[in-house]
């Protein structure tokens, strides 16, 4: 794999090195998401602000942590950048390119992996892998060869030719990334991609995340996990019911709020953001309380002390 | 600038045109992982090919059983036949000349006395009457066909021959009691006993006819006389026609239920099933674009429905040639059944492709509203039943091809394709234009839908929550617009449909008071029509003017409508004739209607204006221009506007021709109201004709000086003068021509925007992405 700041892949020449066809775009800033907001008509809610004026940059040899409880519109955030839905209003550039105007070549630059995509139970992993390099327009030669790379990279081999139903939980994880990789974008979207695997995959899985942002990719990781953020992310940010709480590096988050324990100051934020919620409601006259199913943060916080305590 | 900008449109327009190698891709994995699942195998190769043999030599050992099994009858009393024309040839059996060889017949006598004998039963012999006898046989035979033990039991009672030989006094019949009756006992719950019963029957009416003639010849009567006339039976159907008219019916049946069927499952596995796994958004993230997915995966869907039309018709086909060959059976009326004619097969094969692709559109359009494959196979239950009978319509006896069945969709095509089935080529032929025409609009617009189902994010990604009458009703109240929302529209349309619909089912007898005829006007127009729009128009949206298209159009089509109402109407009329004579009203509706007629040129003027004009005009221009056509104009549905609102408009008037006049003219004033952007000059065109077409009588027998300038009374009724039919004409055109040049004051489409108009205003609107 290259190192990030060529464009974005289009094919592999005969020694393995990859082409690019544009001329590199803002090298550096890879992710850019602005202002960004996303909307739902639904029954029960009405108008339901799924992501509330999200903004955040992602570099190039990054990992950037979203971290947030179930329902803050985590997954909704990166299926915009995917193109996989449309945003309601707001800016979102992958590698420059517009998810609205230019959505075919932000495809050509991301990789998308969440428990949402599975694979295929009838495929093999060589032909699930071969059918999606197919889709991005790879051709047959260069295909052959980028996923020779791929299956060595990721010791894929030797299960090249089970099928998808036979595969354990970790094959799966590695067809699926496989998947996304197979077209070596300078971008990786990870959507609680650590869901229900057992601790050795998921700790595998972290490993090559790890590989990927040293060989400069651009990477965002989501999950609700805390040990996983704190361990994996050079860069977090918290989301909250749409909207991000805050920004940074944990060092800075920790000394911005004056808290050590991570834990601690993950639950402080989101409780004070209810507690904002919940005051300008009384102000605005509309009835309190947080919405059905939204779980409530103070009650959490609160067995949480008891259990420490 | 301007040319990075038009680069960049051009490049995003570009895009999303789908590309033929990636449909491909897409076709031959779906195609490849479907027939890797054994079950679908079993289902589409394996099943059709051994199912139908297996059922075919069922049939022929149930046949073969059948025939070999005779009937048996039983004859008592055979010593009563002596002296009689022979109809016994022994104890064993009938006469030869009476019996039809190629049926056995098992035959047991008994003499009387035998059979009254009734073992077991005590008699004394002493104390036997020929009451008793009788009694005791009638009970016997009955048993003996009750329980099966014949099929059919023929009693000879005592005195048979002679009652029989005796011929009829001159002076009428003797009293019943004195003449012997044969009896033929039979069993009517038992098929074979009411074969049996046709079969002797049959002999015994033989043997009459030959007594009957011995008798003649004995008298001397010559017996040309009993023959005065032959009819000779010519069956003018073509020879081809004779033999296809069986399979021109069943094939095409049974293809297009299995082209159906065939649809359906693998459409839930393809979008639903693939919900439920979650690899569909892993599609949905690869470069393929949503229409390329559509149609990679229609192409599958289409290609399996094929698959099982052909594998199964043909299984079918081949067996039951076979089958009937052997069982030597058919239709009535024909001695051989030979294998259908290959060449007019073909047709089945080329009209298999456009059904195929259409029931493929829509399996797919609504296999995606579901999540799982569970609920794929709730939501294809409906559609089911919605095509069945469309399929089932051409079955009917009675049912050929016409200008009124070609525009049914699927029925259409079916038709045609028995006439072609049938050598009727020239008959087929003057319908084929009208059935490609319905056939491709309904294909277009079933893959419309199943494209617009993958663009839907609430589609593809809602769900989740579980639909409850409360929340339902809240959002309906809570999520009120300024207009109705297509859905609506469709919802009001039916109610007013469905309510008219049972509304006529109610009217029994046209009544004869013009009080009666008022309710009978009123009541659907006031209840059926405007009350359901005004309802909902109140309850479901927020602006009555906005929603009911009230707006002050341009103050010059006013006028100009009326000039229209009246310069169309001769032109109307020409239509309603042309309609008449193509479609002719049956006498009896006509004679239904004459009361209701009468009435109304009986009644004063301005009452039958107010009631037919007026009123229909105003309620249904609400309705239909109004709050229906709001609704369905949105999302860029202008074309869909006009044309449903004048289809909903045709089908609300109860009489064909009418209906089909209503449409016409439902066209015309969709689109007025689409370029006016108001159903006030709808109303006034509306009004205007009706009122002519009321008022036509009146003038043209007034002696008006205007009128006999422009009418003239006919035996028909009366009639524009040609002249000005012509004049009229090119008015209306240049009227109508105005219009177009209209556009409407308020742009409907933005009811859509008036959503966006959100708390949330978006300050990043004018923003480019931060410099680095």
Sequence with gaps: MLAFGEGCAVGTDKTGKIETSHPPKRRFRVIHVQHLIKTYEDLHRGRFVAVDRVSFTVRSGEIFGLLGPNGAGKTTVLRILSTVLAPTSGIAT???????????????????????????????????????????????????????????????????????????????????????????PPVLVFDEATLGLDVLVARNLLGVIRTLRDSGKCLIFSTHIMSEVERLCDRIAIMHRGRILDTGTLGELTERHSQDDFEELFFGLLSRHEQNDREEASFAGLSSGPPDGDTDISDASDTHEGATA | MTNTAQQKRRRALLADRPRLSSIVLIYTREMRDQLRDRRTLFTIAILPILLYPLVGMLLLQIAQFTR?????????????????????????????????????????????????????????????????????????????VRRGDFDVVLVFPPGFAASASTPMPPDGPPDSSERAELKLLYNVASDQSMVARERVAGILNRWRTGWVRDRLSDSGVDLTVLDPFDVADVNIAPERTRES??????????????????????????????????????????????????????????????????????????????????????????????????????????????????????????????????????????????????VLLPMLPGTTLSAGTSVIPVTGMFLLVRSLVEGQYVHAMAHLPVVLIVTGVCLLMATRWARRQFESESVLFGGGDQWELNSWVKHLWRD??????????????????????????????????????????????????????????????????????????????LPIAVVIGFSLHPTYVMLAQFISSVYPISEQAAAAMKPFTDQISSAPWLSVVFLMALVPSVCEELAFRGFIFGGLVRENGRFRAVVVTAVMFGVSHGVL??????????????????????????????????????????????????????????????????????????????CLWYVGTLSPAADEQQADRVLEGSQLSDPSASLAPASA
């Design chain 2, 245 to 390: 008219a069986f399979w021109s019916k069943l094939l095409p049946f049974v293809m297009l239920v299995w082209a159906m069927t065939g649809a359906f499952y693998p459409a839930i596995d393809l979008v639903a099933g693939e919900k439920e796994r979650g690899t569909l958004e892993t599609l949905l993230c690869s470069p393929a674009l949503r229409s390329e997915i559509v149609w990679g995966k229609l192409g599958a869907v289409m290609t399996f429905s094929m698959m099982t039309a052909i594998l199964n018709a043909g299984s079918m086909l081949v067996t039951s040639s076979l089958v009937f060959k052997q069982i030597g059976v058919g239709p009535a009326g024909m001695s051989t059944m030979g294998a259908p004619p290959i060449g007019p097969m073909l047709w089945l094969l080329v009209a298999l492709v456009p059904l195929s692709a259409l029931f493929s559109a829509l399996a797919l359009a609504v296999a995606a509203m579901a999540r799982s494959s569970k609920e794929g196979q709730y939501y294809l239950m409906p559609l089911m039943m919605v095509t069945l009978p469309l």
């Design chain 2, 480 to 557: 009120r617009q300024t207009a109705a929302t297509p859905g609506q529209a469709f919802v009001c349309g039916a109610i007013i449909l469905v309510a008219l619909f049972f509304g006529k089912l109610v009217v029994t007898k046209i009544p004869e008071t013009f009080v009666g005829i008022s309710q009978l006007i009123l009541m659907p127009q006031i209840g059926m029509i405007l009350a359901p729009t005004l309802l909902m128009a109140t309850v479901m949206t927020t602006s009555l003017r906005t929603s009911l298209r009230l707006r002050m159009p341009h103050w010059t089509t």
């Design chain 1, 94 to 184: 992958v590698a420059g390119y517009n998810v609205e105007s230019d959505a075919a070549d932000v495809r050509r630059c991301i990789g998308f992996v969440s428990n949402n995509t599975a694979i295929y139970e009838r495929m093999t992993a060589w032909e699930m892998v071969e059918y999606f390099g197919r889709l991005h327009g790879m051709g047959k030669d260069l295909l052959r060869v980028r996923l020779e790379t791929l299956f060595d990279q990721l010791r894929m081999n030797d299960f090249r030719d089970v099928p998808g139903s036979k595969m354990s939980t970790g094959m799966r994880q590695k067809v699926s990334i496989a998947r996304a990789m197979v077209h070596d």
């Design chain 2, 68 to 144: 070999q099994h005779p009937t048996t009858v039983c004859v008592v009393g055979r010593d009563h036949l002596e002296n009689l024309p022979p109809l016994l040839a022994d104890a064993e059996s009938f006469d030869e000349d009476f019996v039809d060889d190629a049926v056995p017949t098992e035959v047991v006598s008994y003499t009387w006395e035998d059979a009254a004998a009734a073992p077991g039963k005590d008699h004394f012999p002493n104390s036997e009457t020929s009451e008793k006898q009788i009694r005791r046989v009638d009970s016997l035979t009955s048993l003996w």
């Design chain 2, 657 to 734: 021709q009418q209906s089909i006049a209503a449409t016409f003219m439902g066209l015309l004033l969709g689109w007025v109201a689409l370029r006016t952007g108001s159903i006030l000059p709808c109303i006034l065109i509306h009004f205007t004709n009706n009122m002519l077409s009321v008022s036509m009588e009146r003038v043209a027998g007034s002696g008006n000086a205007a009128g006999n300038l422009l009418l003239t009374q006919t035996a028909a009724g009366p009639q524009y003068h040609p002249l000005w039919v012509v004049v009229s004409l090119s008015i209306a055109i240049a």
